[in-house]
């Protein structure tokens, strides 16, 4: 399964947001990872910026956190390691979050 993620392309235009947008379609072209959410295509309409994404069902990481969510120690573990895995690829990958 798949989530849609859109962006209109007139506020990014307001928002000054060209640039980042545009980055990071380019990055995640470049991207295949189990532990990163891949792009699997794009394409845009008059109005909106269109990025067909895998589904995190459930949520991602982040929310989790934001909802304080208690982890046992073993999901702690599974969670370091896949952030290590994706974070080793990123970096061989020459990227660099902020």
Known sequence: MYAM?????????ERDEV???LRELQVMQHLQHPFLVNLWFSFQDE??????????????????LQKKVGFNE??????????VLALDYLQRSHIIHR
């Open 47 to 64: 109005e909106d910026l269109f990025m067909v994404v895998d589904l995190l069902l459930g949520g991602d990481l982040c929310f989790h």
């Open 5 to 13: 993620k859109y962006m209109n392309k007139q506020k990014c235009i």
């Open 74 to 83: 073993q999901t702690v573990k599974l969670y370091v390691c896949e952030l």
């Open 19 to 21: 640039r980042n947008v």
